[in-house]
C-alpha cells in the first residue's frame, strides 16, 4: 500500500491519483503478489526539508527533487528475475509489526524543485511530479541509473509512456 505524507503548503496534491500511480509503478517493476505485500511512504516536502536531506545523506548543501530511502532491501533487478525477488521475498519470515506489510521504501518529493524543474522543460507541475513519483518508486524496486547500462531509463521510459495520462491534477495552494 502507497502512503501519501503531505509535509509541504506549495502544491495541492491529489493525494489518491499520486498513490494510485506509485502503486501501478510497483505493480509493474515488482509484480502485484509483491507490491500488494509492501508498503511505501510517498512524502511531499518543502525545498527547506529536502535540502537538509540532501545535505545529511548526500553531502549536497542544496534541494534536489527526489530521493529514494530503501528500508528493505530486495535482490538486485540486475542479477535475478521477478520471480527469483518474490520467492525471496515470501521465504522470509515476516518483517511487519503486528502483521502490517513491512515498509520497502519512502520517497521524498521537494514541491518547489520539481516546479522549477518542470518550468524548464515545459511541463505543468504535475508532470514534473508524476515523472518523480515513477523515477523514485524505480530506485525503491533496486535500479540505479548512476551504476546501471541504461536499464532503469528504459524502464522508466517505458512506464511514463504507460501511465503519464493526467493521472494526477495539481493546482498551487489557495492562500
Not at 67 to 85: D, G, I, K, N
Not at 105 to 115: K, S
Request: aromatic share 6%; charged share 25%; proline share 6%.
Amino acid at each position: 500500500m502507497v502512503h501519501v505524507i503531505n509535509r509541504q503548503r506549495h502544491e495541492r496534491l491529489d493525494r489518491a491519483g499520486l498513490a494510485q500511480l506509485a502503486q501501478a509503478t510497483l505493480e509493474a517493476v515488482l509484480g502485484p503478489r509483491l507490491a500488494a505485500a509492501v508498503d511505501v511512504n510517498l512524502v511531499f516536502v518543502g525545498d527547506n526539508a529536502m535540502r537538509r536531506l540532501n545535505h545529511i545523506y548526500r553531502g549536497v548543501d542544496a534541494p534536489t527533487d527526489v530521493l529514494s530511502f530503501v528500508h528493505l532491501e530486495l535482490p538486485s533487478p540486475y542479477t535475478h528475475r521477478r520471480a527469483q525477488r518474490e520467492a525471496w521475498f515470501f521465504s522470509r519470515p515476516e518483517t511487519g509489526l503486528d502483521e502490517e506489510p513491512p515498509l520497502l521504501g519512502e520517497v521524498i518529493i521537494a514541491t518547489p524543485t520539481a516546479r522549477r524543474y518542470a518550468e524548464r522543460h515545459a511541463l505543468t507541475c504535475a508532470e514534473e511530479i508524476q515523472r518523480l513519483v515513477i523515477h523514485g518508486i524505480i530506485h525503491l524496486c533496486g535500479y540505479d541509473h548512476e551504476t546501471d547500462a541504461g536499464q532503469m531509463t528504459r524502464l522508466e521510459r517505458r512506464l511514463r509512456r504507460r501511465y503519464l495520462q493526467a493521472v494526477t491534477r495539481m493546482q498551487p495552494a489557495q492562500p
